[in-house]
């Protein structure tokens, strides 16, 4: 079975500082893909990174910057000088090759950037 | 270059009412997930079809909850006779073709059906 842990319910930081959200994952497959999701107060779900289990180089877009570390089942997500417009709740998840695409998701992390 | 569209963005029921949902797919896009998401809970996975055709249903309530994707129109996410613990958000994402095997399609979700049950 699948599972995707996120410990930070909430995280609450002033803008410009600096974010890290956390996401462990569990999973028996070789081969899986994780993901991250931004859902805004809005409530749609926007689509950030997907990354496969084999490509564990870091990845960096603008602020945003993911750090895979199949050592430890982690996929962790920073922002950088963090933004008023980057509260959210954010969702790691994971798919498993093999399947569907269905995703299994953490219970996702509220990030509260305040002026 | 409309995204998936999810309609009604709220919905009202008393219990014991029945609850349709519907999802229009992004164009292109010929398969659809539905999700539902509980108060401070991740999203769960309920069921994935494809056009006319239910592939994975292994998410989805055994009573009350059907799910059905018509050649033609939106996919609707039917729940009969609701009770409370159906208020939830329920999310539809769209993809264009399944990888079968790979587990890589990015999906693209919708705004979600809020329903409440009174």
């Known amino acids: 079975a699948q599972k995707v842990t996120q410990a930070q319910t909430e995280i609450s930081v002033v803008e410009k500082e600096d974010v890290t959200l956390d996401c462990v994952y569990e999973?028996?497959?070789?081969?899986?893909?994780l993901f991250w999701y931004k859902q805004p107060p809005s409530g749609e779900l926007v689509f950030l990174i997907r990354r496969n289990s084999f490509d564990e180089q870091n990845e960096i877009s603008g602020r945003y910057s993911w750090n895979f570390q199949k050592s430890t089942s982690s996929f962790n997500f920073t922002i950088t000088a963090s933004q008023v417009v980057d509260s959210a709740v954010y969702f790691c998840a994971l798919s498993e090759a093999g399947g569907y695409s269905t995703l299994t998701f953490g219970k996702g992390t509220m990030l509260l950037v305040s002026p | 270059n409309a995204g998936v569209m999810q309609n009604p963005r709220h919905l009202v029921r008393r219990r014991g009412q029945e609850a349709r949902l519907r999802c229009s797919p992004m164009?292109?896009?010929?398969?659809v997930y539905w999700y539902r998401q509980l108060p401070e809970e991740g999203l769960k996975f309920m069921v994935y079809?494809?056009?006319?055709?239910?592939?994975?249903e292994s998410g989805m309530p055994k009573e009350r909850f059907s799910a059905e994707f018509p050649k033609e129109g939106p996919s609707i996410l039917r729940i009969q006779q609701v009770v409370r613990g159906d208020s939830a958000a329920y999310f539809c994402a769209s993809s264009p073709r399944d990888r079968v095997g790979t587990g890589a399609n990015v999906l693209t979700f919708g705004a979600g059906s809020r329903l409440t049950v009174l």
């Open positions: 164009k292109g896009h010929s398969h």
């Open positions: 079809l494809q056009k006319e055709n239910i592939i994975d």
């Open positions: 999973t028996r497959d070789t081969t899986y893909y």
